[in-house]
């Protein structure tokens, strides 16, 4: 055991009460490093948490606010398919994330509503809705685009469609007579066709 070692562990007991860092050799002895977080960013928070749902703007409380409780979602993790080396075959990137919509009360009811009719052959018999990810190698990417899918297909469900003009209707309404005539036009031709390659009727040879 050389002369440093021997101080330093000197040092290491007689500070082990207070816990505190000491200065040995004229540097500074510490359990963290100069590059830890709460070095870095002093004033940062360093704890994760999930915030709470955004306060929604006077007149969008029939909206969703984008807000999506976590501990609503059912998320596994498996096996992604696809290229990636020995990397797919270790880590469990691709996320699957179902909840039951019909018992989802952090969307709206209307919105609700018609979600289980616009998705009602993708729903299990046990009420559940599946969406997956596996566009990256990293977990919390996957799981993020499997939020924003959601997001998606939620705020789709949300924009109000405009009712067509009576110019539209009419426009859709000549489009529609003039494909009829065509089609009937070609259906004569064709059976013309047919017509002419049998023989003349009534006639023995």
Same mark, same amino acid.
């Given at each position: 055991?050389?002369?440093?070692?021997?101080?330093?562990?000197?040092?290491?007991?007689?500070?082990?009460?207070?816990?505190?860092?000491?200065?040995?050799?004229?540097?500074?002895?510490?359990?963290?490093?100069?590059?830890?977080?709460?070095?870095?960013?002093?004033?940062?928070?360093?704890?994760?948490?999930?915030?709470?749902?955004?306060?929604?703007?006077?007149?969008?409380?029939?909206?969703?606010?984008?807000?999506?409780?976590?501990?609503?979602?059912?998320?596994?993790?498996?096996?992604?398919?696809?290229?990636?080396?020995?990397?797919?075959?270790?880590?469990?990137?691709?996320?699957?994330?179902?909840?039951?919509?019909?018992?989802?009360?952090?969307?709206?009811?209307?919105?609700?509503?018609?979600?289980?009719?616009?998705?009602?052959?993708?729903?299990?018999?046990?009420?559940?809705?599946?969406?997956?990810?596996?566009?990256?190698?990293?977990?919390?990417?996957?799981?993020?685009?499997?939020?924003?899918?959601?997001?998606?297909?939620?705020?789709?469900?949300?924009? @109000?469609? =405009? /009712?067509?003009?009576?110019?539209? +209707?009419? !426009?859709? #309404?000549?489009?529609? @007579?003039? =494909? /009829?005539?065509?089609?009937?036009? +070609?259906? !004569?031709? #064709?059976?013309?066709?047919?017509?002419?390659?049998?023989?003349?009727?009534?006639?023995?040879?």
């Amino acid at each position: 055991m050389n002369k440093i070692t021997r101080a330093f562990i000197s040092v290491l007991r007689q500070n082990s009460s207070t816990c505190t860092s000491s200065t040995l050799l004229g540097r500074q002895l510490s359990y963290k490093s100069d590059l830890s977080l709460d070095k870095i960013y002093p004033s940062a928070r360093l704890q994760l948490y999930t915030p709470p749902p955004p306060v929604s703007p006077p007149g969008s409380a029939n909206k969703f606010n984008g807000y999506i409780p976590m501990d609503k979602l059912e998320i596994t993790y498996s096996r992604s398919s696809g290229p990636g080396g020995q990397h797919v075959n270790t880590v469990n990137t691709k996320v699957d994330v179902r909840f039951k919509l019909a018992e989802a009360q952090w969307i709206p009811e209307d919105t609700r509503q018609k979600l289980l009719k616009v998705l009602a052959n993708k729903i299990t018999k046990e009420g559940y809705y599946y969406i997956k990810s596996d566009v990256s190698r990293s977990q919390q990417l996957n799981l993020a685009d499997a939020l924003e899918k959601l997001r998606t297909i939620i705020r789709a469900q949300e924009v @109000e469609v =405009a /009712a067509p003009s009576e110019e539209s +209707l009419e !426009r859709v #309404r000549r489009r529609q @007579e003039r =494909a /009829a005539r065509e089609r009937l036009q +070609l259906k !004569r031709g #064709r059976a013309q066709v047919k017509a002419d390659r049998q023989g003349p009727g009534g006639v023995d040879f």
